[in-house]
């Protein structure tokens, strides 16, 4: 269902070309959500704006998120971290 292309020597995408010509691109919105220990959801953050993905300004203050009735206690609390990106779609 979906290619997955490996960024060039120059670290551009090697965007497949458009099938239709006459394409037009629309923006779309795209929500990304990180769960997970304050560690780990920082440390993912930092990795997606090592790669140019997204700015750690982008994404919201992490909240706790509520324990579910099969969560132990003795995993720590959960955390929840948001960004919305806009797309361009052929």
Same mark, same amino acid.
């Given at each position: 269902?979906?290619?997955?292309? +490996?960024?060039?020597?120059?670290?551009?995408?090697? &965007?497949?070309? @458009?099938?239709?010509?006459?394409?037009?691109?629309?923006?779309?919105?795209?929500?990304?959500?990180?769960? %997970? @220990?304050?560690?780990?959801?920082?440390?993912?953050?930092?990795?997606?704006?090592? &790669? %140019?993905?997204?700015?750690?300004?982008?994404?919201?203050?992490?909240?706790?998120?509520?324990?579910?009735? %099969?969560?132990?206690?003795?995993? %720590?609390?959960?955390?929840?971290?948001?960004?919305?990106?806009?797309? &361009?779609? +052929?």
């Amino acid at each position: 269902m979906f290619d997955y292309l +490996e960024p060039d020597a120059s670290g551009a995408s090697n &965007l497949p070309p @458009s099938a239709r010509s006459t394409s037009q691109i629309r923006p779309e919105r795209v929500r990304h959500m990180l769960y %997970g @220990s304050l560690a780990a959801i920082d440390r993912t953050i930092k990795i997606l704006h090592a &790669l %140019g993905y997204s700015d750690p300004n982008d994404w919201s203050d992490p909240i706790p998120v509520p324990p579910t009735s %099969g969560a132990s206690s003795s995993t %720590g609390t959960v955390w929840m971290a948001i960004a919305t990106k806009t797309v &361009l779609i +052929e």
